[in-house]
């Protein structure tokens, strides 16, 4: 984990292949298992992914606590089939770039980076929510969530 004013990197390595990763982020029906930290889902029709430059990147974060609700819309602005997704939101500016690299053996490293984030958004809250998130797509790509 990197923390610079602005920046924050996080990296993971997952159980399974970079194009299993890689897919999780594009199918809402998977993305709806493993979006959010522990103690937030997000309802299936809340999302809309369309996995092409200038598609759209939108879901709604529901605490289940509470039922408040933390909507993201966002513009997917690079896309490399199996390897790289990055997208900005419209609220924010921030973009969030994640990098999948095949390491063998069914693992895939992967590197969440994203630049222009708000300070409410960075620090060591940020990156335990982040963190939480990338344990639930772990236990989804085992088979286990």
Aim: charged fraction near 25%; charge should be negative; avoid cysteine.
């Amino acid at each position: 984990m990197t923390e610079n004013p602005g920046e924050l990197t996080v990296t993971r390595e997952l159980p399974g292949t970079a194009a299993a990763a890689f897919r999780a982020y594009l199918d809402p029906e998977q993305f709806v298992r493993f979006w959010g930290p522990a103690g937030i889902h997000v309802p299936l029709d809340t999302v809309t992914i369309e996995p092409r430059v200038g598609g759209r990147y939108d879901s709604t974060m529901v605490v289940d606590a509470t039922g408040e609700r933390y909507p993201m819309k966002a513009e997917v602005v690079e896309l490399r089939e199996g390897e790289l997704l990055a997208v900005v939101e419209a609220s924010t500016g921030m973009r969030s770039t994640l990098t999948f690299r095949d390491l063998g053996d069914a693992r895939t490293e992967v590197v969440l980076h994203q630049t222009d984030v708000p300070d409410r958004y960075n620090g060591p809250d940020a990156v335990a929510g982040l963190n939480s998130s990338f344990d639930r797509l772990a236990e989804h790509l085992a088979g286990r969530g």
